[in-house]
């Protein structure tokens, strides 16, 4: 378990009407490349701050930051911890021996995590903060749209790319103390928010390298719903059945949602009409802008935020179904010509068993193909090995699954080389499942080459680099 960092000295932490100050403050961001990470440092910048940043690998992210007047070095070292810097900020993957954090903690330079920073950041402003262990990015993106399509003009961060709300942060042009952000369990970092306003979208195991078990994470679920005032308020998912373990004791305004009658809000979709009821009164209705129940309750959960702001709900709803989607969540890449068969390609984040089993129900109803051809890539060792049997269950709605390598992040070596991608292989061929594991990306592209015909979708799926096969396919 990683060790939380001090509260940061320029930070009010006490003081909940008072704002940090970052005019003429020098920040370097270590790992800026990341969604999240490029977001808060331009953030940080248009709130007063120089700052800089260094990476390992170049990228159009790092090529925007630069054309943003940022300076950003492609290493990692001492020497690249520039001369002056009043904060370090790192990432949550960043470990105490990392160079730069090495020559901080020499130089007596302030080290902060992002989840410090950003919590911060709200001290002073209506702080808005969407939590849980699927949907994040999705109902926090709507929920920006939502408010910048009424006028509201919020600050915002978003792990995601939404090219529809300008990318993955935005700054109010106006003043407005709104701010916005996707509230992230893992190594606890939604601890560090100060929020008016949060949502729970659902509670299931992951992280479990971080957590022992799901006691552990409800557990922390419940210190971040804590940290709402009693002016503020918390959504829950109605139906999860650790709510009442989460909001037990809170001071705050606590409703909950789901698909249930007993909901304080019940969300109903029929042929892709979304109604939201609140107690027995439709309260709004709109056409669900994505494929999937999922996606029509990350719509609701939009809707009630941005009208616990000041948006009225004829507002909420009509723009939320003019949402035209966010990169990597069931993204339509385009649609492969093989042999004069056209095939359409999705990309998708999902990494969990839960959203493999929820993505891959929408895209076969969405879509209706003869053949669903799943390309799924596991994204830590230490997931794939805890909830095994959850993703061997995952891909009922899939015709074919190809599996490459695991994708390797935080891991320890040992813990690479306690699970492999042949393992999820044989437990889907023990249900049934057509499965195969190929690699590398180039050999999974050929074989799809000559497997695909007419009436086929291909979907790649992860939270690493799988997407290069979809656009490799694409050409």
């Known amino acids: 378990m990683t060790t939380a960092l001090p509260?940061?000295?320029?930070?009010?932490?006490?003081?909940?009407?008072?704002?940090?100050d970052l005019t003429d403050r020098k920040l370097h961001f270590a790992g800026i490349g990341g969604c999240g990470m490029s977001g808060l440092a331009r953030m940080a910048k248009r709130f007063g701050a120089a700052c800089s940043g260094s990476d390992l690998s170049d990228s159009s992210t790092i090529a925007s930051l630069r054309a943003d007047g940022l300076t950003v070095t492609l290493e990692q070292t001492e020497q690249s911890l520039p001369g002056e810097c009043d904060m370090l900020v790192i990432s949550a993957a960043i470990r105490e021996d990392h160079p730069e954090v090495v020559e901080a903690r020499r130089r007596g330079v302030e080290v902060v995590k992002y989840a410090q920073l950003l919590g911060n950041l709200m001290?002073?402003?209506?702080?808005?903060?969407?939590?849980?262990?699927?949907?994040?990015?999705?109902?926090?993106?709507?929920?920006?749209?939502?408010?910048?399509?009424?006028?509201?003009?919020?600050?915002?961060?978003?792990g995601a790319n939404c090219p529809q709300i300008g990318g993955g942060f935005g700054v109010s042009t106006h003043g407005s103390d709104l701010l916005v952000a996707e509230a992230c369990e893992f190594d606890r970092s939604f601890h560090n928010f100060h929020p008016t306003h949060a949502a729970i979208l659902n509670i299931e195991e992951d992280h479990l390298d971080i957590y022992k078990n799901i006691e552990e994470i409800v557990e922390a679920f419940g210190v971040f719903a804590r940290k709402v005032p009693s002016n503020g308020s918390v959504l829950v998912n109605h139906e999860m059945p650790h709510r009442l373990a989460v909001t037990a004791g809170l001071d705050c305004a606590v409703q909950t949602i789901g698909f249930a009658y007993q909901a304080d809000f019940r969300v109903g979709i029929k042929a892709g009409r979304v109604r939201l009821h609140h107690k027995d009164e439709v309260v709004a209705e709109w056409v669900s802008p994505l494929p999937?129940?999922?996606?029509?309750?990350?719509?609701?959960?939009?809707?009630?935020?941005?009208?616990?702001?000041g948006v009225p709900w004829d507002e909420a709803a009509r723009a939320v179904q003019t949402f035209k989607g966010l990169d990597r969540r069931m993204q339509l890449m385009g649609k492969a010509t093989i042999a004069k068969n056209t095939v359409p390609v999705i990309d998708d984040y999902g990494h969990h068993p839960t959203e493999v089993d929820t993505t891959l129900r929408a895209l076969r109803t969405r879509y209706n193909p003869k053949r669903l051809i799943c390309v799924f890539q596991p994204h830590q060792h230490s997931r794939t090995r805890f909830l095994m049997e959850q993703f061997a269950a995952s891909f009922e709605s899939a015709d074919v699954v190809i599996v490459p390598h695991i994708y390797f992040v935080r891991d320890s070596e040992a813990e690479r080389h306690a699970v492999s991608a042949a393992d999820l292989v044989d437990r889907l061929r023990k249900r049934g499942k057509s499965a195969m594991h190929?690699?590398?990306?180039?050999?999974?592209?050929?074989?799809?080459r000559v497997i695909l015909r007419e009436g086929d979708l291909v979907v790649t799926m992860g939270a690493g680099d799988v997407w290069k096969i979809a656009k490799t396919l694409l050409g």
């Open 7 to 20: 509260p940061s000295r320029f930070s009010p932490m006490n003081l909940h009407d008072q704002r940090l």
């Open 123 to 158: 001290l002073g402003r209506t702080g808005i903060a969407i939590a849980g262990t699927h949907g994040k990015s999705s109902t926090t993106s709507m929920l920006c749209h939502i408010l910048r399509a009424t006028g509201r003009d919020p600050n915002f961060i978003v």
């Open 292 to 309: 999937g129940e999922h996606m029509a309750y990350n719509a609701a959960v939009a809707v009630i935020t941005a009208q616990r702001v």
């Open 438 to 448: 190929l690699y590398p990306f180039e050999a999974i592209v050929e074989h799809l």
